[in-house]
């Protein structure tokens, strides 16, 4: 009992004998100490963070940038939010970027917009006739080409007409755009919950047959060309859902109107996008977009523009 008591008793003089090592003059010396400690701490976490952009500015590409005094930057023209008649999320983005890249220069100066659409972005990137697209481009969907962390992410969903929303997609046609970031989403969705045939190492040298079993599950699905070509066939009853993302159908919505399925397909990240031959601007682009998210100012462009 005299152990436990004199136990106690020293672990109540501890944080005393701390407090009074701190004080005087060699407490001077430790606290000293620890000020440099944290100190250096702080220093290398700045040299950190701050050493890769000033590499990343030093690039070829960044110093071609900065030697014309603007980037081109692709931009789409007819996206309710993103971009419409000189205005939105990714015109405003575009801006900012290109202040972020030349802070010397007068808002607005550094950079040159340049229409693309969903199916030029990639060709103009290729041939060099645009530094980077702010262009609903989905993030690592192509390896000719290097991408920013998402500056937004998009659903992929299936319309259908009222009535039908919880009707099972296995038992419904299903349209999608081909090579649309909304179509390979749901081909993704299509091959996740499908049943496969599975044959045995038997079965193949013996090129038997394999059956599906009675509860199956198989997805009928149909390709498009476009978004007017599938809401189309949609609205005249030659399918009997559309997987779309929700950027593209509200972009249509006057125009048609449809019920949104109640199951997830799954979402679509879109980023900035270079050639892979500029990934400095891409890396830029991430600290770029960390940067608005930690400050807020993302959310506050995602609400001025009805996207949050």
Excluded at 147 to 159: K, L, R, W
């Amino acid at each position: 009992m005299a152990g436990k008591r004199r136990r106690r008793r020293l672990s109540l003089i501890r944080p005393q004998k701390l407090h009074t090592a701190l004080e005087g003059r060699q407490g001077r010396i430790i606290r000293i100490c620890a000020s440099v400690l944290l100190a250096v701490i702080i220093i290398a976490a700045c040299f950190y963070f701050i050493r890769p952009r000033v590499q990343l500015e030093k690039t070829q590409e960044i110093q071609a940038i900065r030697e014309a005094g603007l980037i081109r930057i692709g931009v789409m023209d007819d996206i309710p939010g993103f971009s419409e008649n000189g205005e939105g999320l990714e015109i405003e983005l575009a801006e900012l970027f290109s202040e972020y890249l030349m802070p010397d220069a007068a808002p607005g100066a550094a950079i040159k917009y340049i229409v693309v659409s969903d199916k030029t972005a990639s060709t103009k990137l290729s041939d060099g006739s645009i530094d980077a697209v702010f262009a609903l481009m989905p993030r690592n969907s192509s390896s000719a080409f290097s991408y920013s962390y998402a500056y937004y992410t998009d659903e992929c969903v299936v319309a259908v007409t009222e009535g039908s929303t919880e009707k099972p997609l296995n038992e419904m046609l299903i349209g999608y755009v081909q090579s649309s970031a909304s179509g390979n989403a749901f081909l993704k969705y299509v091959s996740a919950n499908q049943t496969t045939v599975k044959r045995s190492l038997l079965d193949r040298l013996l090129k038997r047959e394999v059956s599906l079993p009675d509860d199956a599950v198989i997805f009928s699905t149909k390709a498009f060309a476009s978004y007017p070509d599938l809401l189309d066939a949609l609205d005249k009853g030659l399918i009997d859902g559309a997987a779309i993302s929700r950027v593209y159908l509200n972009k249509y919505s006057d125009t048609y109107s449809f019920a949104i399925h109640s199951t997830e397909i799954g979402t679509i990240g879109y980023a900035l996008a270079c050639s892979s031959d500029s990934p400095a601007i891409a890396q830029l682009a991430d600290m770029f977009i960390y940067e608005l998210n930690e400050s807020g100012k993302m959310d506050e462009l995602l609400i001025k523009y009805g996207l949050k």
